[in-house]
């Protein structure tokens, strides 16, 4: 039987569907992007995810443009963002998540 490809809905995917940071609703999409993995849009409040990826690479796009959400959410505009922070940061976020509990 064919592995079925990890979706919003898939219980074991550290991706979630939607969240809250300081009172603005954000909505995750998968969606075909164009050279990039994922994008963060502060003004839709959407993190978009590149729908090619699948597993572990998704979720540490997902928590790489999740810092991006949390430094929109601080008023930092996105000049200010340093990706080697971001990046770091998020690969941190992932971590934690696959391995609390454990
Ligand atoms: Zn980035």
């Known amino acids: 039987m064919p592995k079925a490809k990890p979706g919003l809905s898939d219980s074991k995917s550290l991706v979630p569907d939607s969240f809250t940071l300081a009172g ?3 909505e995750v999409k998968r969606e075909m992007l164009t050279g990039e993995m994922g994008h963060c849009s502060r003004d839709e409040a959407i993190i978009r995810l590149n729908n090619k990826l699948a597993g572990q690479i998704e979720e540490s796009t997902f928590y790489h443009e999740l810092v991006h959400a949390v430094l929109f959410s601080m ?3 996105g000049d200010k ?3 080697e922070f ?6 941190f976020l992932h971590q934690f998540m696959l391995t609390r509990g454990k």
């Open 75 to 77: 008023g930092k505009t």
């Open 86 to 91: 971001v990046d770091l940061f998020g690969a």
């Open 24 to 26: 603005t609703r954000w």
């Open 81 to 83: 963002h340093d990706e």
